[in-house]
């Protein structure tokens, strides 16, 4: 079983829907990371997290350290958002830097307009 | 903004040869990371490195597998007698100590 697990692992929607992508993880973390990733490899970090909520633009994380689970919602999508959405955690280690990130698959987000 | 840079964008080579590849990291980036990316999967941390010091490696960081950081700068890994499973994305990261990782646009490697 993979430490980090992401659903859905695909997701089409048309342009104005509200998505949510869930991501699950079963190690102690120091912050949980959502990322996305354009055709081509570039990786762009949106959120860093340990605890609570964030909001950028259109964008919203949030976590519950409890359950061990984070969402990224997306309010009215847009073609542009259609990308791999990837979550990532920080183990604890090395008194909890961020050592290293552990990965979960993607999530691959289609916007139709 | 420079951002991350990566060196070259593509390498094809014959199974057995050996290759190198770059990553110049944002200048005041203390730590940098190299990951590994196969298709549809996400990335697999490979080896970071704060300054000039290699802090972590992983398993799968076979004895094939090198990387260096000789001036706290720039970095390089190496893969000697590729195979044809080291076919990936190699991506690298920077960050100022615990902030959030700036991505490279990788190097895709293809072994023939």
């Known amino acids: 079983k993979n430490e980090v697990e992401q659903s859905p692992q695909n997701l089409t929607a048309q342009e104005g829907e509200f998505i949510t992508i869930n991501c699950s993880y079963s190690?102690?973390?120091?912050?949980l990371h959502w990322l996305q990733q354009h055709p081509g490899g570039g990786i762009v970090s949106l959120f860093m997290l340990s605890s609570g909520k964030k909001k950028h633009g259109r964008l919203i994380a949030t976590i519950n350290i409890q359950e061990k689970h984070s969402s990224l919602h997306i309010t009215a999508s847009h073609p542009r958002d259609s990308a791999v959405y990837i979550c990532?955690?920080?183990?604890?280690?090395?008194?909890?830097?961020?050592?290293?990130?552990?990965f979960g698959k993607g999530t691959k987000l289609s916007v139709k307009p | 903004d420079t951002g991350v840079s990566q060196d070259p964008r593509h390498k094809i080579t014959k199974r057995g040869q050996n290759v190198t590849f770059r990553c110049d990291p944002i200048s005041e980036h203390n730590r940098l990371y190299w990951y590994r990316q196969t298709l549809g999967q996400g990335p697999e941390f490979l080896t970071y490195f704060q300054n000039e010091a290699q802090l972590e490696k992983s398993r799968l960081l076979s004895d094939r597998f090198s990387a260096e950081r000789p001036k706290g700068s720039f970095s390089t890994l190496e893969i000697q007698r590729t195979e044809q499973g080291d076919s990936a994305m190699y991506l690298c990261a920077s960050s100022f100590s615990d902030q959030p990782q700036h991505f490279g646009d990788g190097t895709r490697l293809s072994i023939l």
């Open positions: 990532a955690v920080s183990p604890l280690n090395y008194g909890g830097s961020q050592g290293n990130l552990i």
């Open positions: 190690v102690g973390i120091s912050a």
